[in-house]
């Protein structure tokens, strides 16, 4: 079932599969076992391969690469594209250059969030839209039938169908059908991501070129041999990395070009388990989690309120991101706690205590990194400022904590003593 319903919520159900392999599985198996392989946005991909602690400080103090062909990728091209591409979106298409990349929403008339997105503009009326591999059937859906105008467009006056004025091509590069067309995503993260990629490339200013590169800015080249969209962008906080957009029969040797290159520097590959760590020290919002999920989170709540242009004359779903951004009352914070030995790790769902014993929101995604353990925690504004103390109380994990009175959930308001203080941080952080 899929469509628009009349008060412009999209609906859609995706049909039950059997998580696949990635392109890159059998490379996987050749460093790690099937025990440690996990189903995810229906793929099986790798949980770990050393330790997600070494995975994740290789990434801090030398570069991680990690296995991102899961990830949607489609194409958008012809002379409607940018005027689909800044109905259908929520920044400003119009303002990005051939070359330059942006971090956009799509949503649905009524405001939900379908998805966050990248939107590349590779040449004048040509453009690269990267999604999450969780929400890529429910995109490539909306769209299409976006396209088609078949759905509601806006609720009040109810608007229903939107047709650029010139002819968009929209095609799914990973479908086999775009052959010598077709893209994955690999990401090489960390400062020696650079030097690395220099070693695959007999072009002698690549390095200048690589360390050049704005973020959010690309480029394509070859690289041994392999035609390369080469991106400055990434999801770990490293102020050195990049995503790397390859041919799908192309990747499984640009994997192991990267890690044999990157081995004397201290290169690792990299499992879902240190993506999940790093971006969470870095604060970086994930879709489900920080994004939309249970509490229905909208881009100003996740601190992402400026990739959401409101003085676009139109956007799908503006009318109620305008109302949110008004009246939110609620967004996301970066918590720093202690993991010193014995002390017990912060969950999701565990309430924040601010300093009068009131539970002011919850802990949404954890992890430790070195001595710390960080939270993303979704609090009340008026909790959330930089240096306030914060505590948080352990939710029962047993039957047993239970029949010992630790409570199982906790509402906005209830009354309850802290079992560890924290601080409120930076909400992002580089490294």
């Given at each position: 079932?899929?469509?628009?319903?009349p008060s412009g919520q999209f609906v859609f159900e995706p049909a039950a599969t059997e998580p696949v392999p990635s392109v890159l599985y059998d490379e996987h198996l050749k460093r790690t076992s099937k025990s440690r392989m996990s189903p995810f946005a229906g793929y099986v991909m790798p949980l770990?391969?050393?330790?997600?602690?070494a995975e994740h400080q290789a990434v801090r103090e030398a570069a991680g690469l990690f296995d991102c062909t899961h990830m949607g990728v489609l194409e958008f091209s012809g002379g409607g594209a940018a005027e689909f591409l800044y109905a259908a979106t929520t920044n400003d298409v119009q303002k990005l250059a051939v070359g330059r990349a942006q971090y956009s929403?799509?949503?649905?008339?009524?405001?939900n969030i379908l998805d966050d997105i990248i939107v590349y503009r590779r040449a004048e009326t040509?453009?690269?839209?990267?999604?999450?591999?969780?929400n890529e059937p429910k995109v490539k859906a909306y769209l299409t039938e976006l396209l088609a105008g078949r759905v509601v467009i806006e609720v009040e006056p109810q608007r229903t169908g939107f047709r650029p004025s010139e002819p968009c091509i929209f095609r799914d590069m990973r479908d086999t059908a775009a052959e010598a067309d077709c893209r994955v995503d690999i990401a090489l993260q960390g400062p020696a991501s650079i030097d690395v990629l220099a070693k695959l490339s007999t072009d002698g200013s690549i390095a200048e070129?690589?360390?050049?590169l704005k973020g959010f800015a690309f480029f394509e080249q070859e690289l041994s041999g392999i035609d390369c969209l080469i991106c400055r962008t990434g999801y770990t906080g490293s102020k050195v990395g990049f995503e790397l957009f390859v041919h799908p029969d192309q990747a499984p040797r640009?994997?192991?070009l990267i890690l044999e290159a990157g081995e004397p520097l201290g290169v690792l590959p990299c499992g879902?388990?240190?993506r999940d760590s790093l971006r969470i020290e870095a604060g970086l919002p994930l879709y489900g989690h920080e994004l939309d999920g249970p509490f229905g989170i909208s881009p100003f709540e996740a601190g992402y309120g400026w990739a959401v242009k409101l003085d676009k004359a139109f956007f799908v779903g503006k009318a109620p991101m305008a109302k949110i951004a008004q009246t939110y009352d609620m967004q996301v914070a970066r918590l720093a706690f202690s993991a010193m030995k014995g002390i017990r790790p912060v969950r999701p769902d565990d309430p924040i205590i601010d300093g009068c014993g009131v539970c002011v929101g919850w802990v949404l995604s954890s992890a430790k990194a070195d001595e710390k353990q960080y939270a993303l925690a979704y609090v009340s504004r008026n909790a959330a400022t930089e240096g306030n103390a914060l505590g948080t109380y352990y939710l029962a994990r047993s039957p047993s904590q239970v029949q010992q009175g630790r409570a199982e959930r906790m509402d906005r308001g209830q009354q309850a003593q802290a079992d560890l203080t924290g601080i409120v941080v930076g909400r992002f952080e580089k490294f």
């Open positions: 079932m899929q469509g628009s319903t770990w391969y050393s330790s997600i602690a929403y799509l949503l649905d008339a009524a405001g040509l453009y690269m839209v990267v999604v999450n591999a969780a070129k690589l360390s050049g640009l994997w192991n879902l388990g240190a």
